[in-house]
C-alpha cells in the first residue's frame, strides 16, 4: 500500500507540529506494510526526492506566501503524477491550495483528510475561501481528527461528523535520542532544583506572554526553549518585567531537549487560542512522566492533559490561574510525581505512534476494500 502525503511545508527544511506529526505518522505506518511519501514545497526544491525517516519526500517549487498560504505553479503537475503512482491520498488541512489541487487532479484514489486546525486568524479571508473549504471537504472519502475535544468545539466538523474519525497523535518513544550523561550533568548543575519547561515555536496562539505575567514575583526557574516570530517581544516583556528566573535557551538539538525534558519537573504550556489544535510538545511531556499545566480552549490540549488526572488545566489568558497552578504543582511535589505517573500511563494507553500507525492502516485499508468492492460492482453493472 502506498500513500501519498500532502502539506505545505515539510522537512528537512520545516519542523512544526504538524510536520513532526506527518514524520511519526509515515514513520509508524511502515511495520504495517504503507509505504510514505510526502509532497511539499520549498523555496529551493531538490531535483530528486529527499529520503527523511524511511519515506520520500518530493519538493515542487515555492514561488510565493500570500496570508501564510505557501503557492506553487509546479505543485500541479507534481501532485497529477505521484498521485496516480499511490493507492491513498493524504491531505493535511489547512492549506487552501490544496483544495485546488485536489479537485483540479481529479484522482480517483481515496483520499483522507488530517484536520489539524480550524483557521483561526485569518477570519476575513476565511470568508472568501469558505466555499471551496466546503467543497473540499465534502469531497474527501475521511476526515480525521485528533481529538474528540475538537470534533465536538469545531463548527467547521460539526458539518461532517458523518464521515470524521478520531485517531489521537502518537510519538515513537524509542525514536527519542538517549540522554547524553555528560549534558544532563551540565543542566542539572545549572538548574538544580529543576525547571518548569516549555517547548515549542513562539507563536502568538502559544500563550507565552501569559506565562511571562504569570511569572511576575515567583522565583522558581522557568525554562523557554525553542524561537519564532514572537521571539524578541517576549524578551522585551521580560526584561522590562525583570524576570531573572525565566531563562530562554533559544532552538536545541533533540538532545539538549530530551535532557531538559527528563530534568523538568513541570511542562507548561500556555497556549490560549484554538489555533492550538493538540500540542505535540505537551505529549512529549506525558510521554517523559511530567505532570503538565495547560489552558482550556476545547482542543486536544484537554485531551492529552486531563485536569487533576495528570495535570492541572486553567482558563485561558488567566496570568493569576496559570501562577497559582504553577505554585501548586512546584510546592507539593507528592502531587506532582502522582500526576506525572498519570500522564505517563495515559500516554501509553491513547498516544504511541504504534497504536497511531494500526488505526491509520485500518482506515486506509477500509477504504480500498471499499473502492476495489464498488469496482467490482461498476464492471458488473457494465
Not at 35 to 49: H, K
Not at 304 to 328: E, F, K, W, Y
Request: glycine content about 6%.
Amino acid at each position: 500500500m502506498r500513500v501519498l502525503h500532502l502539506f505545505k511545508a515539510y522537512m528537512p527544511e520545516s519542523t512544526g507540529g504538524i510536520e513532526q506529526t506527518i514524520f511519526q505518522l509515515c514513520e509508524a505506518c511502515k511495520p504495517w506494510g504503507v509505504t510514505s511519501s510526502v509532497l511539499t514545497l520549498s523555496a529551493e526544491p531538490s531535483p530528486n526526492p529527499i529520503k527523511v525517516g524511511n519515506h520520500l519526500v518530493y519538493q515542487a517549487k515555492l514561488d510565493a506566501h500570500i496570508a501564510s498560504t505557501g503557492l506553487s505553479r509546479e505543485v500541479f503537475g507534481r501532485f497529477r503524477e505521484l498521485a496516480r503512482e499511490h493507492d491513498v491520498v493524504h491531505y493535511h488541512f489547512p492549506w487552501p491550495l490544496m483544495d485546488l489541487l485536489h479537485l483540479h487532479a481529479r484522482h480517483d484514489k481515496p483520499s483522507v483528510l488530517s484536520y489539524h486546525s480550524d483557521i483561526v486568524r485569518q477570519r476575513v479571508l476565511l470568508q472568501f475561501y469558505r466555499p471551496l473549504m466546503h467543497q473540499f471537504l465534502g469531497s474527501v472519502d475521511r476526515i480525521v481528527t485528533a481529538s474528540p475535544n475538537y470534533l465536538a468545539t469545531s463548527d467547521i466538523l460539526a458539518h461532517y461528523r458523518d464521515k470524521t474519525d478520531v485517531i489521537p497523535y502518537g510519538l515513537d518513544r524509542s525514536g527519542y535520542a538517549p540522554v547524553d550523561v555528560e549534558r544532563m550533568a551540565y543542566w542539572q548543575q545549572r538548574f538544580p532544583d529543576g525547571f518548569f519547561l516549555f517547548v515549542g515555536v513562539m507563536r502568538y496562539y502559544k500563550g507565552l506572554h501569559i506565562l511571562l505575567d504569570a511569572c511576575r514575583n515567583t522565583e522558581y526557574p522557568v525554562v523557554i526553549v525553542g524561537a519564532g516570530p514572537m521571539e524578541a517581544r517576549l524578551r522585551e516583556q521580560a526584561r522590562r518585567l525583570r524576570l531573572n528566573n525565566v531563562h530562554f535557551l533559544g532552538p536545541l538539538s533533540d538532545t539538549e531537549k530530551n535532557v531538559l525534558l527528563q530534568l523538568s519537573r513541570v511542562i507548561v504550556f500556555p497556549s490560549h487560542l484554538r489555533s492550538e489544535a493538540f500540542g505535540v510538545s505537551l505529549l512529549e511531556g506525558a510521554m517523559f512522566g511530567k505532570p503538565m499545566i495547560s489552558s482550556e480552549i476545547g482542543t486536544g490540549t484537554s485531551y492529552i492533559n486531563i485536569s487533576g488526572q495528570t495535570g492541572l488545566v486553567v482558563p485561558p489568558s488567566d496570568a493569576a490561574a496559570l501562577r497559582a497552578a504553577m505554585h501548586q504543582l512546584w510546592h507539593d511535589r507528592e502531587l506532582a510525581e502522582k500526576l506525572g505517573l498519570a500522564a505517563a500511563e495515559r500516554y501509553r494507553q491513547l498516544f504511541t505512534a504504534e497504536r497511531m500507525g494500526e488505526q491509520f492502516h485500518n482506515l486506509y485499508r477500509k477504504l480500498l476494500i471499499g473502492e476495489a468492492q464498488s469496482t467490482r460492482v461498476s464492471q458488473q453493472q457494465g
